[in-house]
């Protein structure tokens, strides 16, 4: 699996667009829109290195978006899905919250509902306790 930032994303793109158009090169395994970049993870290497090669650039309602590797850490991380969160919720009132537990490594809050990254397991199990 590959993480693929996409940044400058117009308003307009839609969660199921974006799936649709990495889908050309592979299997979409998550597809995440956060304002205006977004994230998706892609089932192999090749598959993301032609999506790049391709998409890097390409005009979408009129804005060249970028694609890229993510810049991910590279620790390994126990990923948690928030659910039911309050529009006036910040990501850093969010991550604020889950680093009473532990580390957190990323944060990302997408409409109702965010993920978490976690840099250890047994954070994360109290976490959600």
Do not use: W
Not at 50 to 77: F, M, T, Y
């Amino acid at each position: 699996m590959v993480k693929l930032f996409i940044g400058n994303l117009p308003r307009e793109a839609t969660e199921q667009e974006i799936r649709s158009l990495f889908e050309q090169y592979g299997k979409v395994l998550e597809c995440d829109i956060i304002k205006n970049y977004g994230f998706v993870h892609i089932e192999d290497k090749t598959a993301a290195e032609d999506a790049i090669r391709n998409l890097h650039h390409h005009k979408l309602h009129g804005v060249c978006i970028n694609v890229e590797a993510s810049k991910n850490k590279s620790k390994a991380s126990t990923k948690l899905h928030v659910g039911n969160i309050s529009p006036a919720c910040t990501n850093l009132e969010l991550r604020a919250k889950f680093e009473e537990y532990g580390p957190v490594i990323e944060c990302d809050i997408v409409k109702d509902y965010a993920f978490v990254h976690m840099e250890r397991a047994e954070d994360a199990v109290e976490a959600i306790r």
